[in-house]
């Protein structure tokens, strides 16, 4: 069983930056896609970023946040992060980590939210 602990949220002026940070335990993840969903207050939770296992053979963004985000991971230390720059008020949401040993292939299977592990999530909360 994995879990799956998400930190480095929190309330950022518009045009700011933070690094969300998510820390696999309980099984090694190095061969797990892994991903970063997100869900504001009335809304339905969606797709911000996701990286295969080896973080080379795709990287995947919602375009809401391409080219302001990056997502990137460690094998050896079992650890995802969100790298979250120029932020906008309407990026605040909770951010949700997810993992899944399944296999995948293309931003169409990527986006979707059907992960066996979530983590319990992250406020990130950006002020205009």
């Known amino acids: 069983q994995v879990q799956l602990v998400e930190s480095g949220g929190g309330l950022v002026q518009a045009g700011g930056s933070l690094r969300l940070s998510c820390a696999a335990s309980?099984?090694?993840?190095?061969?797990?896609?892994m991903a970063w969903f997100r869900q504001a207050p009335g809304k339905e939770r969606e797709f911000v970023a996701a990286?295969?296992?080896?973080?080379?053979?795709?990287?995947y963004y919602a375009d809401s946040v391409k080219d302001r985000f990056t997502i990137s991971r460690d094998n050896a230390e079992n650890t995802l992060w969100l790298q979250m720059n120029s932020l906008k008020p309407e990026d605040t949401a909770v951010y949700y980590c997810?993992?899944?040993?399944?296999?995948?292939?293309?931003?169409?299977?990527?986006?979707?939210?059907?992960?066996?592990?979530w983590g319990q999530g992250t406020q990130v909360t950006v002020s205009s």
């Open positions: 309980g099984h090694t993840v190095s061969s797990y896609r």
């Open positions: 997810a993992a899944d040993a399944g296999w995948c292939s293309g931003y169409g299977c990527y986006q979707r939210p059907t992960y066996d592990y």
């Open positions: 990286i295969s296992w080896s973080g080379w053979s795709g990287r």
